[in-house]
């Protein structure tokens, strides 16, 4: 009896500490690993944080970052990491901490929560949520003694006030589900290109590109879809200020401290209007956007600067961000030994013990330093004074990249995330379409195969992202329209046709797990919480919207499978999108660079030929400026419905010029159908 009454003790025991421990020692996440050693008893978001919280009605502490953010570095050296911060949150809190790259439906959620409490946005998100998950309180990065008091008094109105407090929450959820109002007129609306680009002009920072949020120029945040939709109406109106824009900011970026020019690659903002002062983190994502961008305006202005950029860009995920074995990791640090920017930066003694005396002439005639940086503790950003590229600058980038490569790197976070390969996958075939390599082409099959094998469970179902080989989350709808988008522009560059019919398997499936009948538009997930399960992520925040990127997909493959259904479900999608799209069309770039497509006078490039006159053909139409074609090839037999009755005539290479399902007759000659497709536009 005795025996039994001290085995229960333990039991006891041991069910009462459970709770008293940091539960991030097994997580997979870099970003959680940073903060398990840490006297905070954190908890992973699950069912275990919120039934604690809720049975012993004690509130949540929320702490969303990811690995290579410099603020929540800060945050997790300057706050997290004193006892006094642990024994207060340890106290009155359920301390939960959430990897945004893991867990992006989440991110997206508490995002617009900590909008619309604080009135801002930014990494980390700072939150203290009710038992029920209503945000009370929102912030970014706050320092120690300020947190302390905000944990004391929060907790001081949860014990006296509770009646008010929970009624705040309330009041945020409201604003939080509050489903969009719907008009049925956007089907003809041309007016929103124009809206935005008014919008764009009145913002544009005349001196070095970019634009303002809010009433100054800095913090600056590179948006290339707005770029590249100022593109398309230049395109459209012929208007030389929407290109002069492009330009102006593409190459004063290509030429600041905000691109990296010993490595590539470009960080992820500038806190100063001259774009000299970077947040030196690297993300995946950010470089997909900027290749987009540099190559389109490449397309209609073939400057040198523009392709160098690319190219050291490619190099940069090559050589720091690819697995050997296949897939892109996330991001790199913008801290090495806890000061942001120490690898980047230099000393001019720095530079000059790098090279000879005629070298260090050379790097003065085309680089430069900034000023001394407190930010930076007096170290300085590298940038060019001139756009001319040649071997001698060549020579001095590569020299000055083999010293400081002796340097510690920053660290990589090696989470291989699903979406965020589909938008790399989708940006660099368009380059391997403009500029064929093999070996490029080579790398992007290696690369297509590991998401395809590695991410792509035996229902047929993604998943979020993997790990060390450690698989994730389920994966959630822009994991799905961006890989699916990344096939759909790899078969129109290298025109295998798995890769366009594995595209629709995969929209089937996104159908089948997402789309909502009753609204006509995608959930962002379908397995999280009860709070955020019915949720949906309409404008753009630092990538495009799931939501735009499907009616993209849905658009191109409503064009090769001859699919009314999916034509139905573009338009629906469309006439689903909240009030906002009118009034604030810039909140909704990729939406609108897509919707520009659908009512442009799109084309089909249909070539019934070989491989190699489906390669030729491609790089030539795709060297110019014209991003409203459908481009396919038939080899001999097809199993798209777009291509099945595209033949060769004759035994000839047969080209077929189509606009709107009403092809013009079809030829031989290349040069007839190029001049049959530009000039029925």
């Not at 006030?161 to 929970?166: E, R």
């Not at 604003?175 to 913002?203: A, M």
Request: aromatic fraction near 14%; include cysteine.
């Amino acid at each position: 009896m005795r025996l039994i009454f001290f085995l229960s003790l333990l039991i006891l025991s041991h069910c009462s500490q459970k709770h008293e421990e940091n539960h991030l020692k097994t997580e997979k996440s870099s970003y959680l690993q940073q903060h398990a050693q840490q006297k905070i008893w954190w908890y992973p978001w699950n069912n275990s944080a919120l039934n604690y919280s809720k049975k012993n009605q004690k509130l949540i502490f929320l702490s969303i970052g990811y690995s290579s953010c410099h603020w929540c570095h800060v945050m997790e050296k300057k706050v997290f990491a004193h006892d006094d911060v642990a024994d207060k949150l340890n106290k009155y809190y359920v301390s939960i901490k959430v990897d945004r790259e893991e867990r992006p439906d989440l991110d997206s959620y508490f995002l617009k929560a900590q909008t619309i409490i604080n009135k801002r946005s930014g990494w980390p998100i700072t939150l203290i949520l009710t038992p029920d998950l209503q945000p009370v309180f929102g912030a970014s990065f706050v320092p120690k003694k300020e947190f302390l008091y905000i944990l004391e008094e929060v907790n001081n109105a949860w014990v006296n006030q509770k009646d008010k407090l929970i009624e705040r929450g309330e009041k945020v959820n409201e604003w939080l589900n509050t489903k969009p109002k719907t008009e049925l007129s956007y089907e003809k609306d041309k007016e929103l290109l124009q809206t935005f680009y008014n919008h764009y002009t009145h913002l544009f920072d005349p001196l070095f590109g970019g634009k303002k949020i809010g009433p100054h120029f800095a913090p600056k945040f590179p948006i290339n879809d707005d770029l590249r939709l100022l593109l398309r109406y230049y395109f459209h109106k012929k208007e030389k200020q929407a290109l002069k824009m492009v330009k102006l900011t593409l190459k004063t970026i290509a030429k600041s401290a905000l691109f990296d020019h010993l490595d590539g690659g470009f960080h992820r903002y500038s806190i100063d209007r001259k774009w000299q002062t970077p947040h030196f983190e690297k993300m995946l994502y950010d470089q997909a956007s900027f290749i987009n961008a540099y190559i389109e305006l490449y397309q209609i202005n073939p400057d040198p600067l523009l392709k160098s950029t690319i190219q050291k860009t490619i190099t940069y995920l090559l050589n720091d961000l690819q697995r050997p074995k296949g897939g892109f990791y996330s991001s790199q640090d913008a801290d090495v030994n806890g000061q942001e920017g120490l690898y980047q930066t230099w000393q001019e003694h720095e530079i000059q013990s790098s090279l000879t005396k005629d070298e260090f002439k050379t790097f003065n005639d085309y680089f430069s330093l900034s000023p001394q940086n407190k930010n930076l503790h007096l170290r300085r950003t590298l940038f060019r004074k001139s756009s001319f590229v040649n071997l001698k600058t060549e020579h001095i980038t590569e020299k000055l990249k083999k010293a400081r490569r002796k340097r510690t790197l920053p660290k990589t976070d090696q989470k291989i995330i699903t979406s965020w390969n589909g938008l790399i996958l989708s940006s660099l075939s368009k380059v391997a379409r403009i500029w064929p390599s093999k070996d490029l082409t080579e790398i992007l099959k290696k690369n297509f195969d590991y998401i395809i094998k590695q991410h792509m469970r035996f229902n047929g179902e993604l998943v979020r992202s993997s790990m060390d080989g450690h698989i994730s989350y389920n994966g959630i709808l822009d994991d799905y329209a961006f890989f699916i988008d990344a096939l759909i522009e790899f078969y129109q560059t290298s025109f295998d046709e798995k890769y366009l019919l594995l595209a629709k398997t995969l929209q089937d499936k996104q159908n089948d797990l997402f789309y909502d009948k009753e609204n006509g538009n995608f959930f962002l997930t379908t397995d999280s919480l009860s709070i955020i399960k019915n949720y949906k992520s309409f404008e753009d925040q630092t990538r495009p919207t799931g939501q735009a990127i499907s009616y993209w997909n849905l658009l191109r493959l409503s064009h090769f499978f001859a699919n009314e259904h999916y034509s139905k479900m573009a338009s629906d999608l469309i006439e689903s999108y909240p009030d906002g799209l009118k009034q604030v069309p810039h909140a909704f770039s990729s939406l609108l660079i897509n919707l520009d497509f659908a009512l442009s006078n799109n084309k089909e490039l249909i070539i019934a030929g070989t491989q190699e006159d489906c390669l030729k053909a491609s790089q030539e139409i795709f060297q110019g400026f014209f991003p409203y074609v459908i481009f396919g090839c038939n080899k001999n037999g097809s199993r798209i419905p777009l291509l099945q009755k595209k033949q060769r005539i004759e035994n000839k290479t047969t080209y077929y010029v189509c606009e709107k399902g009403l092809c013009k007759t079809p030829t031989s000659s290349f040069s007839e159908a190029k001049k049959s497709f530009f000039t029925t536009h």
